[in-house]
């Protein structure tokens, strides 16, 4: 699985995203593993979107601006 996402991988580090965005488990480690960069749940990025979860949101990607999502 990590050889099939390398490609995925690869494009996160060198992408201008902070975070990066999946809706399964083994794929967040992966991604995390992989990079420096956070890996978010798409509900959580579209509940940060409509101003459900802005603080904790935030907080995970370290600031307040606005994030840039690779999926």
Same mark, same amino acid.
């Given at each position: 699985s990590v050889r099939i996402g390398r #490609?995925?991988?690869?494009?996160?580090?060198?992408?201008?995203?902070?975070? #990066?965005?999946?809706?399964?488990?083994?794929?967040?480690?992966q991604m995390e593993? #992989?990079?420096s960069k956070p890996t978010l749940h798409p509900i959580a990025i579209l509940a940060y979107a409509y101003g459900i979860l802005p603080e904790e949101l935030g907080s995970w990607l370290g600031s307040r601006s606005e994030p840039r999502v690779l999926s």
């Open positions: #490609g995925l991988i690869n494009t996160m580090k060198n992408s201008v995203a902070q975070v #990066g965005a999946t809706e399964c488990t083994s794929c967040k480690v593993q #992989g990079t």
